[in-house]
C-alpha cells in the first residue's frame, strides 16, 4: 500500500532552533507587546509561513521556546549543600547567559501582568524548579538532615533571592569575568547560608 506524503512543509530542526533562539531574543528586548511573528522571522532570517508551519499563535511559542531552552535540572544531588550548590550554579549561568533577556523580562513582566501566557513562563522559569528544590529540601528536614527548627523557606529565599540580587545589580561588563568564578560563589554563599543554620543549632542546644 502506498502511503501519503504528508501535507504540509517538512520540519526543518536548524530553522526551528533559529526560531526559538530569536523569539527568546526579541521578548527579551520587546517584551509581550513587542513580540509578533513578523519581528521574529526577521530576527530568525526565515519566512513567516516557515513559522506558522509549526505555530498558529504567539503564545504557544513563547512557551515552546522557553520549554526548549530553559530547561531547570531540579534538585541535583544527595545532600543539602550540594543541591543548594548545583541550583545556584544553574541560575547564575541561566540569569546571566545567552537567554538572560528572557529570564528577566518574564520576572520583571509577572509582576505588573495576568496574562496567561507570561504566568506559564514565569512558572515554567521560577516556580516549579524551586517548588521541586523546597519539597527535596523539606525531605532532608524530614529525615533530621536539616534541623526541625530552621525554615527551608527562608533557606531557599536566602539563596534563590542572594543569585537575583548578584545578577541583576552586577554591571554588563563584570559579567565574563564572574561567570569563571560561578562555582566558588555557589560555594561560599550555600556555605555562608548552613554555617548560619549550624550556628543557631549549637546556640539553641546551648541554652538548652
Same mark, same amino acid.
Given at each position: 500500500?502506498?502511503?501519503?506524503?504528508?501535507?504540509?512543509?517538512?520540519?526543518?530542526?536548524?530553522?526551528?532552533?533559529?526560531?526559538?533562539?530569536?523569539?527568546?531574543?526579541?521578548?527579551?528586548?520587546?517584551?509581550?507587546?513587542?513580540?509578533?511573528?513578523?519581528?521574529?522571522?526577521?530576527?530568525?532570517?526565515?519566512?513567516?509561513?516557515?513559522?506558522?508551519?509549526?505555530?498558529?499563535?504567539?503564545?504557544?511559542?513563547?512557551?515552546?521556546?522557553?520549554?526548549?531552552?530553559?530547561?531547570?535540572?531540579?534538585?541535583?544531588? &544527595?545532600?543539602?549543600?550540594?543541591?543548594? %550548590?548545583? #541550583? $545556584?550554579?544553574? *541560575? +547564575?549561568?541561566?540569569?546571566?547567559?545567552?537567554?538572560?533577556?528572557?529570564?528577566?523580562?518574564?520576572?520583571?513582566?509577572?509582576?505588573?501582568?495576568?496574562?496567561?501566557?507570561?504566568?506559564?513562563?514565569? &512558572?515554567?522559569?521560577?516556580?516549579?524548579? %524551586?517548588? #521541586? $528544590?523546597?519539597? *527535596? +529540601?523539606?525531605?532532608?528536614?524530614?529525615?533530621?538532615?536539616?534541623?526541625?527548627?530552621?525554615?527551608?523557606?527562608?533557606?531557599?529565599?536566602?539563596?534563590?533571592?542572594?543569585?537575583?540580587?548578584?545578577?541583576?545589580?552586577?554591571?554588563?561588563?563584570?559579567?565574563?569575568?564572574?561567570?569563571?568564578?560561578?562555582?566558588?560563589?555557589?560555594?561560599?554563599?550555600?556555605?555562608?547560608?548552613?554555617?548560619?543554620?549550624?550556628?543557631?543549632?549549637?546556640?539553641?542546644?546551648?541554652?538548652?
Amino acid at each position: 500500500m502506498q502511503q501519503t506524503a504528508p501535507l504540509g512543509r517538512p520540519r526543518n530542526d536548524l530553522a526551528d532552533i533559529k526560531i526559538l533562539q530569536s523569539a527568546l531574543r526579541l521578548y527579551g528586548e520587546a517584551g509581550w507587546h513587542g513580540f509578533n511573528f513578523t519581528k521574529i522571522a526577521a530576527k530568525a532570517g526565515v519566512g513567516k509561513s516557515s513559522m506558522y508551519a509549526r505555530w498558529t499563535e504567539r503564545e504557544e511559542l513563547l512557551i515552546d521556546a522557553f520549554r526548549a531552552l530553559v530547561v531547570s535540572p531540579g534538585p541535583v544531588g &544527595e545532600d543539602p549543600r550540594t543541591i543548594l %550548590i548545583n #541550583e $545556584i550554579e544553574y *541560575r +547564575l549561568r541561566e540569569y546571566l547567559g545567552p537567554h538572560r533577556g528572557a529570564v528577566r523580562r518574564v520576572f520583571v513582566e509577572m509582576c505588573s501582568s495576568s496574562i496567561p501566557v507570561i504566568t506559564e513562563a514565569y &512558572e515554567h522559569v521560577y516556580v516549579r524548579p %524551586i517548588k #521541586e $528544590i523546597n519539597v *527535596r +529540601l523539606w525531605d532532608f528536614k524530614k529525615a533530621g538532615i536539616i534541623p526541625g527548627h530552621i525554615s527551608v523557606t527562608r533557606l531557599l529565599d536566602a539563596i534563590e533571592g542572594s543569585v537575583l540580587m548578584r545578577t541583576f545589580c552586577l554591571p554588563e561588563e563584570d559579567v565574563e569575568c564572574f561567570l569563571t568564578e560561578v562555582e566558588e560563589y555557589a560555594e561560599l554563599l550555600v556555605d555562608d547560608q548552613l554555617r548560619g543554620i549550624n550556628t543557631t543549632s549549637m546556640r539553641i542546644v546551648h541554652v538548652s
